[in-house]
């Protein structure tokens, strides 16, 4: 079962992300900008999901997860939960 470790900023409008989307190209921390922004409970962990396995997420998580580039923060990425940007740190 392929397994991936992912960091993630989750915000209630695509507005919101796509504004610390910006500070986080002008050099921003995203684990300061979790902590600040983020409304999901990792965000005392600066955004950090710990590992979890493939299908765990919901399909539009877990295809950037598995699919994308690492290191590279995605989104704005649309769950039902809000908007996601989504940074991957290893996959399996």
């Given at each position: 079962?392929?397994?991936?470790?992912?960091?993630?900023?989750?915000v209630k409008t695509e507005k919101e992300c796509l504004a610390i989307k910006a500070k986080l190209a002008?050099?921003?921390?995203?684990?300061?900008?979790?902590?600040?922004?983020?409304i999901c409970p990792s965000k005392k962990r600066g955004g950090?999901?710990?590992?979890?396995n493939k299908?765990?997420?919901v399909k539009a998580f877990d295809d950037v997860v598995f699919k994308k580039p690492?290191?590279?923060?995605?989104?704005?990425?649309k769950t039902k939960f809000?908007?996601?940007l989504i940074?991957?740190?290893?996959r399996t």
């Open positions: 079962m392929p397994k991936a470790c992912a960091y993630h900023i989750l002008k050099g921003g921390d995203f684990n300061k900008l979790a902590k600040q922004h983020s950090d999901l710990g590992e979890f299908g765990d997420m690492l290191f590279e923060v995605h989104g704005p990425v809000g908007y996601h940074k991957t740190v290893y």
